[in-house]
DNA sequence: TTCTTCCTCATACTTTAGGATGATTTTAAT
DNA sequence: ATTAAAATCATCCTAAAGTATGAGGAAGAA
């Protein structure tokens, strides 16, 4: 009974009350009303300002608040690319080069690259190579990864 | 003064009996006080009992618990990757073709892919080239690029 | 068991990529 | 005008990638 253990106190203080009471009108009971109406009026006054106490409690006072924070974690997830200037700029890449190493993304040969920048498949392979370089890699599925991770191509 | 703000009614109330019980006083101060000790007591024993009310309303109410959820914002780099069963599914990519992927995705040689995989250059050349085959490309470049684009590598 | 798929590896060959070097021309800055 | 960097292209050579084909073994399904 939930009820019981919340109002515990309370209940036990009506109880006692009463038994109180009812202890005096046991003791006296002889004793004409009248002569203890006193008690019994007291009584009655003290309950009825206990629950006036009690009305105005709850009443007046502010409910207590136990605020419970609680951090809950939102992934935000970047914007799709966010192109790395700062990176772009210490590798220091011409911008045939990385005209070069964009096309090298989208998966075309060299030959494809030069015929998209009408230049000679030699030009490409030259452009390539500085990439390679600057890049610090061997080959151009790695140019790509190593690109891709500093955020200076899509 | 916040204190007044607060129990400004408990205030109002207490000063209502105290002018109460003067108002009673100034009116039959000429009487016995013997005679209104009843009322003078009653008055005590509300006001004792009102205070106890209050009391008790203060010690057993459960403080509510207000719980105030905070978000925290969390900045994810990658992009949350989810992997395209479907899309892997329709490929029929097996493990092993699926492995060398993601090792070309790395910006591996066939060397190191099978240095890594513990088989031999020309498997590697032989999965390479069924992935190619699925996938509809000519070269590993492209192979990275598709199998980004269908979401089935990070 | 039989059949199929996957995995493995090999050989032979072609194509592409990459490295090294040098030359010419354009462009931009001093 | 001079200088430096960038861009273009070439040749020669090596390495890597990719194609085609075959073949044996392992694993799982019918």
Redesign the interface.
Known sequence: MKFIA??R??IL?GVSLAILLLTMKWLEWRIVVIDHA?EL??GV???L??????????????????????????????K?FVLNEVELARLSLSKRELEVLQS??????NQQIAERLFLSLNTIKTHSSKVFEKLE??????????ARQLNIIP
């Open positions: 919340r109002n106190s309370i203080y006193f009026y007291a006054v003290a309950i300002f206990t629950l006036l106490g009690i009305w105005l409690a709850n009443k007046l006072t502010r409910p207590k608040t136990n605020t419970v924070v609680i951090e809950k974690q939102v992934l935000v997830r970047t799709d090298m993304a989208d998966g075309l040969s890699v061997q080959r151009r599925t790695q140019a790509v990864e190593k």
